[in-house]
C-alpha cells in the first residue's frame, strides 16, 4: 500500500529565501508525482507534475524533481515570497484509480 | 480552460439531515472521483465512477453514502443521514482515462459543516 510523507509539516522563512519541500513514498513503482498548493480553507491548485520518466519539471520559481528509484520528490521555491504561503501537498499516482496524498508542508514566507 | 465545477462551495446542514454534493466534470472525461479532507488531515479517497458505475471505493465510503450522474453533466455524491465526523472538505476530480499516468483535475471543494 503507498504512503506518501511530507516533511517537514511546517516552515517558516523569511522573505527572498530559497527553500526546499519534501515528499517521499514508499512504492517506487508510480505512473506520476504531482505538487498541489492549498491556501486555508480552499481547495486544490495544481502546481507541477513530473511523470514517472521524467527528472524535474520546472514553472516561474518552482522546480520540482524526482527520483523514482529512491522514492522522493523535492519542491524547490526560489526567492520566496509573502505570496507563497499556503500549505504545498504532494499526491502520488501508483496506478490504481485514487491519488494518494501526503499531509502537506505549512509555508509561512515571513515579510 | 476547462474546469471542475463544485457547488455549493460551503453548506451547512443539521446531523442527520440529508446532503448532496454536486459536481460538473470537465465535459470529455469519463472517470469522475470524490476526495475528501477532514480538518488537519490528509485528503483522502473515497470512490472512483465510470460507465455509470462505481469502479473502486475505499473503506470510509459506506452505506451512508452514494454517487451518481443524474444526467449527462452533474456527478454527485449524497450522504444519506450526515454524522459530525462528516465536516470536512469534499473535492471532486475527473479524468479522460482510468488507467496509470492519468491527470486528475480538481475541483474548489464543497465545505461540509454538521451541526
Known amino acids: 500500500k503507498q504512503e506518501v510523507t511530507q516533511i517537514p509539516a511546517a516552515l517558516s522563512v523569511p522573505e527572498g529565501e530559497n527553500l526546499v519541500l519534501n515528499c517521499s513514498f514508499t512504492?517506487?513503482?508510480?505512473?506520476?508525482l504531482q505538487w498541489f498548493r492549498q491556501d486555508p480553507g480552499k481547495g486544490l491548485t495544481s502546481l507541477l507534475l513530473?511523470?514517472?520518466?521524467?527528472r524535474e519539471q520546472t514553472s516561474g520559481r518552482l522546480n520540482a524533481s524526482l527520483d523514482k528509484s529512491s522514492g522522493r520528490s523535492t519542491l524547490y521555491i526560489a526567492a520566496s515570497q509573502p505570496g507563497d504561503s499556503a500549505t504545498y501537498l504532494c499526491?502520488?499516482?501508483?496506478?490504481?484509480?485514487?491519488?494518494?496524498f501526503g499531509k502537506g508542508t505549512r509555508l509561512s514566507v515571513i515579510a | 480552460e476547462p474546469e471542475v465545477t463544485q457547488t455549493p462551495s460551503h453548506q451547512v446542514t443539521q446531523m442527520g439531515q440529508e446532503v448532496i454534493l454536486r459536481c460538473v466534470p470537465i465535459?470529455?472525461?469519463?472517470?469522475f472521483y470524490w476526495y475528501r479532507q477532514i480538518l488537519g488531515q490528509k485528503v483522502e479517497f473515497l470512490v472512483s465512477f465510470y460507465n455509470n458505475e462505481i469502479s473502486e471505493k475505499s473503506e470510509i465510503f459506506d452505506d451512508q453514502f452514494s454517487v451518481e450522474r443524474p444526467d449527462g453533466s452533474n456527478f454527485t455524491l449524497k450522504i444519506r443521514s450526515t454524522k459530525l465526523e462528516d465536516s470536512a472538505m469534499y473535492f471532486c476530480a475527473s479524468s479522460i482515462t482510468g488507467t496509470g499516468g492519468n491527470i486528475q483535475y480538481f475541483g474548489a471543494g464543497t465545505r461540509l459543516s454538521v451541526l
Open positions: 512504492d517506487s513503482a508510480i505512473y506520476n
Open positions: 465535459s470529455n472525461h469519463l472517470y
Open positions: 499526491a502520488v499516482d501508483s496506478g490504481n484509480t485514487p491519488l494518494v
Open positions: 513530473i511523470q514517472s520518466s521524467q
